[in-house]
């Protein structure tokens, strides 16, 4: 965990506190999280959606994203957006896979009017 915010948008400048070093979820409510994660090979997959607009940024690796509609294939330099799908991160290869998030709070997805949070 780099940095986050849980003080509403705008986000303030104010203080002197160290957020990074809350624990924190995925993500924050009315906040925003920014993250470096590594994936080592074979780590166990983890299927969710997340309650947030996530961008990511692969800085080392690959790694495939497993997407309902099939997997994407993502490596070093490749960027990615996602709005609350379902999704899931699974190494591959060989070596670890080093990927920036920047996770900001969003409302929860809804389909006629039922929310999505928590499924996946």
Request: proline share 5%.
């Amino acid at each position: 965990m780099i940095w986050s915010s849980d003080d509403g948008f705008p986000v303030s400048n104010e203080g002197g506190a160290d957020p990074s070093r809350k624990k924190i979820g995925t993500s924050i409510d009315n906040g925003t999280v920014f993250r470096v994660v590594s994936f080592a090979p074979g780590v166990a997959p983890r299927n969710h959606r997340t309650v947030s607009i996530d961008y990511g940024v692969v800085m080392a690796g690959e790694i495939d994203m497993i997407m309902e509609t099939g997997p994407v294939r993502l490596r070093a330099g490749d960027v990615l957006v996602q709005r609350g799908t379902i999704h899931d991160w699974v190494n591959n290869g060989t070596e670890p896979c080093l990927i920036a998030f920047v996770l900001i709070g969003a409302k929860s997805l809804s389909i006629d009017g039922r929310s999505l949070v928590g499924q996946g």
